[in-house]
C-alpha cells in the first residue's frame, strides 16, 4: 500500500469517516511507526466484509497511506492497534 | 320479482325496488371486490387498520456506556417490566419507539417492524460522542453527540421514527441502497419519521415545521432536514457549510457510488421525493397521516415497489394508490400529482 518505507520508520496515515444521518466528512492524520508488511497485513485484517449489507445512516471508513486508500472496518481492529484507532477517531474533524 | 316491481306502476313501490336493487348491486360488487383484493389492497383501504386485538409492543432499550460493544451493553428498560429509568437517552427512544409502533399499529394495522411483532432493539450511549444514530438490520443505534455541534440523535422523535422506518423499508421493498432507490429509501424514513413527530404533537401540514433533527443540530437556526424547503436546514454553519440537499431534479447530484459519495447522494438527492410528499400533504391539508401518509404507506407495502424502483416508479405508484383510495379525479390525486409536478419529477 504505502511503497519504499522500511521497518521502523515513521509513516503519516489518515483516517477519513463519511456517510451517517446527514453525509459529513470527517478527518484525523497521524504518525506511526509502520512496516509496510506490517501495514499490509492490518488492512487485510481490517478490510470490510464486501458482502455485508449497508447500515442505512452508517459510517464508513477509509484509511490512507501515501497515495493509496483503503475501506476499513473499526471493529475489525486488532487489540495492537485499538489505541491508535481510538486516537485517531477522537481527533476526527469535520471538513466542509 | 325485483325487475318487476322496479317497473311498477305504484311509483312509491318502483323507487323503493330501485333502491334496493342498487344496494343489493353495489353489495354483491363490494363482496366481489373484497373477495379478489389483496392483503395488501384490505389494508390500504383502512379495512383492517384500526386494530383492536391484543397486540402489544415488545421493546428493549440497552445502554453500551459509551463503548462500542452490543454484546456487553446493559438491558436498561424492556416493555415487559416497564421499570422507572432516569437515563434521558433512554426515556427519549422509549417514548419515540413507542410513538412510532403505535403510529404504524393504529393507522394500517402494521406490528412492528416486520409486521410479525418484532421486538424492537435500541442502543443508546454508543461510542464515544457519536454524533449519529442508524438502524444495522437487527438494532437502532444512537450515539450521544459530540457536544458541540450536535446533541444526542435520541432527542427528536422523527430521527427514532427514521431509524424505525429504515426497519419497516427492509421488510417491505428492501430499496436498494444507492443512487436513486437509496435517496427514496432515506425519504420513506424521513416522511414517516416526520409524520409520526407530526401525530405525537398533534400537529397538522400547517403547524409542522417539517424539519428532521432539529434539536439534534445544536443552534435554534439549525436542522437536519427540511422537508419544506430542501437545502435550507442548515445554512452556513461555521461547521457544516450549507445543506447540500436539492428540493427538485434539475438539482439532482450524480455522486459517485461509493462511500465517500453517500453511495450516489442518498442523504443528498432524498430531498426531491421529501419535497414531493410535504406538497402533496400540504395541498391535501389535515393531519399528513390521514391521507398523504396513507397513499405513501401504500406504496412502501405494495409489492409492485421494486428494489431498485427511482423516483418516476414512486411518483407512478403514488397517483396509482391515491386513485385508489380517494377517486381518479379526486382532490388527493390532484394534490399528489402537483407534489411530483413541483419536485420537476
Not at chain 1, 506490517?38 to 455485508?52: F, G, H, N, R, T
Not at chain 2, 416486520?114 to 438502524?135: P, R
Not at chain 2, 455541534?149 to 422523527?158: G, K, Q, R
Not at chain 2, 442548515?234 to 453511495?263: C, I, R, W
Request: proline fraction near 3%; aromatic fraction near 10%; charge should be positive.
Amino acid at each position: 500500500m504505502a511503497g519504499g518505507k522500511s521497518l521502523g520508520s515513521k509513516m503519516k496515515i489518515k483516517l477519513k469517516r463519511t456517510g451517517g444521518f446527514i453525509p459529513i466528512t470527517k478527518v484525523a492524520e497521524t504518525e506511526v511507526n509502520i512496516s509496510d508488511k506490517e501495514l499490509a497485513s492490518l488492512l487485510v485484517m481490517i478490510q470490510p466484509d464486501p458482502e455485508a449489507p449497508r447500515i442505512k445512516d452508517g459510517n464508513y471508513y477509509e484509511l490512507t497511506t501515501g497515495t493509496s486508500s483503503s475501506p476499513v472496518d473499526l471493529e475489525k481492529v486488532p487489540d495492537k492497534y485499538k489505541a491508535l484507532f481510538s486516537k485517531l477517531k477522537s481527533d476526527l474533524k469535520i471538513i466542509k | 320479482m325485483l325487475t318487476k316491481l322496479m317497473e311498477s306502476g305504484n311509483k312509491k313501490i318502483a323507487d323503493l325496488a330501485i333502491n334496493t336493487n342498487f344496494r343489493s348491486f353495489r353489495f354483491r360488487s363490494d363482496r366481489i371486490f373484497f373477495q379478489q383484493s389483496s392483503l395488501h389492497e384490505r389494508t390500504v383501504l383502512g379495512l383492517i387498520a384500526k386494530q383492536t386485538g391484543k397486540e402489544t409492543m415488545q421493546m428493549e432499550v440497552y445502554d453500551c456506556k459509551q463503548k462500542t460493544d452490543y454484546i456487553n451493553a446493559t438491558l436498561l428498560w424492556d416493555s415487559k417490566t416497564n421499570q422507572k429509568i432516569t437515563s434521558v437517552a433512554g426515556k427519549n427512544v422509549i417514548k419515540g419507539g413507542m410513538a412510532s409502533w403505535d403510529f404504524y399499529w393504529q393507522l394500517f394495522g402494521r406490528n412492528s417492524i416486520d409486521n410479525k411483532g418484532m421486538l424492537i432493539k435500541q442502543y443508546v450511549h454508543y461510542d464515544k460522542g457519536m454524533d449519529n444514530a442508524y438502524w444495522d438490520g437487527r438494532r437502532m443505534v444512537y450515539g450521544d453527540g459530540d457536544g458541540s455541534v450536535f446533541t444526542s440523535f435520541t432527542s427528536d422523535i422523527d430521527v427514532i421514527g427514521h431509524e424505525l422506518t429504515h426497519g419497516v423499508t427492509e421488510n417491505e421493498a428492501n430499496l436498494d441502497y444507492e443512487n436513486q432507490a437509496g435517496a427514496l429509501n432515506e425519504s420513506f424514513s424521513d416522511i414517516f419519521g416526520i409524520m409520526i413527530k407530526q401525530r405525537f404533537n398533534n400537529h397538522d401540514v400547517k403547524k409542522s415545521n417539517w424539519l428532521i433533527g432539529e434539536k439534534v443540530l445544536i443552534g435554534p437556526k439549525y436542522a437536519l432536514r427540511s422537508m419544506k424547503a430542501p437545502g435550507t436546514a442548515y445554512v452556513n454553519h461555521p461547521e457544516l457549510g450549507t445543506d447540500p440537499q436539492p428540493a427538485t431534479m434539475d438539482k439532482y447530484q450524480n455522486l459517485p457510488d461509493n462511500q465517500s459519495g453517500d453511495f450516489g447522494g442518498v442523504h443528498i438527492n432524498s430531498g426531491i421525493p421529501n419535497f414531493a410528499f410535504y406538497v402533496a400533504a400540504f395541498n391535501i391539508g389535515g393531519y399528513a397521516w390521514e391521507k398523504a401518509g396513507r397513499i405513501w404507506y401504500a406504496v412502501l407495502t405494495d409489492p409492485k415497489l421494486a428494489q431498485n424502483a427511482n423516483f418516476a416508479d414512486v411518483k407512478n405508484l403514488t397517483i396509482v394508490h391515491a386513485e385508489k383510495l380517494f377517486g381518479v379525479s379526486s382532490p388527493e390525486v390532484i394534490a399528489v400529482k402537483q407534489g411530483w409536478q413541483e419536485a420537476k419529477v
